[in-house]
């Protein structure tokens, strides 16, 4: 009789929803910012172990993570917005978006009101989808948006971009705190993603080397 197969159930972690085996719980360290970061994320990249939007909100203390689409009648957006304490903006590339990166150091936050507190809203989902986001959301189309340059490369080896320069979320975020608020450390945000591209590249390579070996059984 052939041998009965032997199913073993992957176990996820409830706190970063990637399995016990890839966890990265351990080497965060949760971080402070006076920027207040709103992860909007499409609902398409919750289901994706390899996001980043999730492990930038357990790395950032008071940042949100919000599921959806359209945001228009979502509380906690109109909270936010509603807020007279709150300057809010969207992290957005269009012409009218304000490049932080090109401001010098000691205008970037003349750009913006010093007695209320700097909302970013940040889209999390492909390009498509975040455009879609945007069309769908008109509060969040009417705010404010900003956008900079840069001239690296993404880190994101495990994940095809759009176009060469593109960031994932959570490299993203870490660019605008070093633009923003330079004197806040957030290399732990580029720490834990460096883990997770390099731990899900070994996991591919070892899956690919096992397929080889089954071909030549």
């Known amino acids: 009789m052939p041998a009965a197969k032997v199913i073993t159930e992957r176990v996820l972690c409830l706190r970063c929803l990637k399995s016990e085996l890839t966890c990265y719980c351990a080497q965060v360290r949760p971080f402070e910012s006076d920027l207040q970061f709103i992860l ?21 203390r008071n940042s949100r993570l919000i599921a ?7 509380p906690q957006v109109n909270e936010l917005l509603e807020n007279s304490g709150n300057h809010c903006v969207v992290l957005f590339p269009s012409e009218n978006s304000l490049n932080v990166s090109r ?7 003349s750009g913006f009101p010093a007695d209320r507190k700097l909302v970013i809203f940040v889209i999390d989902g492909t390009w498509a989808n975040a455009k879609s986001m945007m069309r769908r959301s008109t509060k969040l189309s009417a705010l404010p948006q900003i956008c900079f340059t ?22 993203a975020v870490h660019l605008l ?41």
């Open 68 to 74: 959806g689409v359209a945001f228009d009648d979502h």
């Open 150 to 171: 840069h001239e690296k490369e993404s880190e994101y080896k495990i994940r095809k971009q759009p176009a060469k320069y593109c960031l994932s979320t959570i490299e």
């Open 103 to 109: 401001l010098p150091p000691a205008e970037v936050k």
């Open 177 to 217: 705190i070093e633009i923003l608020e330079p004197q806040v450390d957030s290399s732990i945000l580029l720490e834990v993603f460096r883990t997770m591209v390099s731990q899900q590249v070994t996991y591919a390579g070892n899956n690919q080397i096992r397929r080889v070996g089954a071909r030549n059984l």
């Open 40 to 60: 909007l994320q499409h609902p398409l990249e919750r289901k994706r172990s390899i996001g980043t939007a999730r492990m930038t909100h357990l790395c950032i």
